[in-house]
């Protein structure tokens, strides 16, 4: 069974950067497609940002595009999101998922096609 675990969460003020990573426990496949998502209370669950299986492509969401980046040097067990020029209404809890997805579509996904999610971590950008 494959877990992932996010990590590099924390406080944060408006106008720095924060980089969030996530790790699969085991190397069960060659590769993994990755997806960020976050949550806000009383919000639906809201895609921020995906990674292609080869590392070599990249979806964002309007609200993140230039600002944040999704990296990865070992697809198959890793994964960065880089957040830049962090605004308040970026504080949310941040998710990772990963699925052994392999194909140019997979990045642009919905988030219930994941399998494997992370627990969350908590991103708070203070004003």
């Known amino acids: 069974q494959v877990q992932v675990v996010e990590s590099g969460g924390g406080l944060v003020q408006a106008g720095n950067s924060l980089t969030l990573s996530c790790a699969a426990s085991?190397?069960?496949?060659?590769?993994?497609?990755w997806g960020w998502f976050r949550q806000t209370p009383g919000k639906e669950r809201e895609f921020v940002a995906a990674l292609s299986w080869k590392g070599d492509r990249t979806h964002y969401s309007d609200s993140v595009k230039g600002r944040f980046y999704s990296s990865s040097d070992s697809p198959a067990i890793k994964v960065n999101l880089q957040m830049n020029s962090l605004k308040p209404e970026d504080t949310a809890v941040y998710y990772c998922?990963?699925?052994?997805?392999?194909?140019?579509?997979?990045?642009?996904?919905?988030?219930?096609?994941?399998?494997?999610w992370g627990q969350g971590t908590q991103v708070t950008v203070s004003s």
């Open positions: 085991v190397r069960a496949f060659s590769s993994l497609q």
């Open positions: 998922a990963a699925d052994p997805c392999y194909s140019e579509s997979c990045v642009t996904r919905p988030g219930s096609d994941y399998k494997y």
